[in-house]
């Protein structure tokens, strides 16, 4: 998370584009991991049929809720965050991406068809900071995302690549 700039506002139209896509791929990665989680049990899943969880809940918790991150590295996250972030909502994220990291291979095989959900969540605030929800749009300034529910994620086409050049590329098209 050190990795961000959060004084990049610039970048809210600079890579706008590929912060979206990035964002709609989140929401796809995420969408599959709560299906494959509901055929768990009926447990509540992290509420995201709620509106007020979905989409940025910790679903490393879902995935083993022994593994947390270890305490120190949480804290100092939560003092960087707070030095830095731009809102409550950023530091949600960051600290699920965290607890994610945190997974054992061990924990995650049991699903090994399934994305890193939170790899295109990092790589959009790598690329320009935080984002806000508003009016039903996740908004980047020049670019929004409709916040729709998890299920309308699901089908969604997969982002092709997620390197750098082909997100440069893919904001060099936005700018024409």
Same mark, same amino acid.
């Given at each position: 998370?050190? =990795?961000?700039?959060?004084?990049?506002? &610039?970048?809210?139209?600079?890579? &706008?584009?590929?912060? =979206?896509? #990035?964002?709609?791929?989140?929401? *796809?990665? /995420?969408? !599959?991991?709560?299906?494959? @989680?509901?055929?768990? $049990?009926?447990? +509540? %899943?992290? $509420?995201? $049929?709620?509106?007020?969880?979905? +989409?940025?809940?910790?679903?490393?918790a879902r995935v083993d809720p022994r593994v947390r991150a270890e305490e120190a590295i949480a804290a100092r996250l939560d003092a960087f965050l707070?030095?830095? =972030?731009?809102? %409550? @909502?950023?530091?949600?994220?960051? *600290? /699920?991406?965290?607890?994610? =990291?945190? !997974?054992s291979d061990e924990s995650l095989a049991r699903y090994p068809h399934l994305p890193d959900p939170f790899e295109p969540l990092v790589l959009l605030l790598e690329r320009g900071g935080g984002f806000s929800i508003e009016n039903g749009f996740i908004d980047f300034v020049a670019h929004r995302v409709r916040l729709t529910r998890w299920e309308d994620?699901?089908? /969604?086409? +997969?982002?092709? %690549? !997620?390197?750098?050049?082909? #997100?440069?590329?893919?904001? /060099?098209l936005d700018a024409e």
């Open positions: 998370m050190v =990795a961000i700039d959060w004084r990049a506002a &610039g970048y809210d139209f600079e890579h &706008g584009a590929s912060r =979206a896509r #990035l964002m709609r791929e989140y929401l *796809r990665r /995420a969408a !599959l991991w709560v299906a494959e @989680l509901r055929k768990d $049990g009926p447990r +509540p %899943f992290f $509420g995201a $049929g709620d509106p007020d969880h979905w +989409p940025f809940f910790d679903i490393a707070s030095e830095h =972030a731009s809102g %409550f @909502l950023v530091g949600t994220v960051c *600290r /699920a991406a965290l607890h994610w =990291a945190s !997974l994620h699901v089908t /969604a086409p +997969p982002i092709a %690549f !997620l390197t750098r050049d082909a #997100l440069d590329a893919l904001d /060099a």
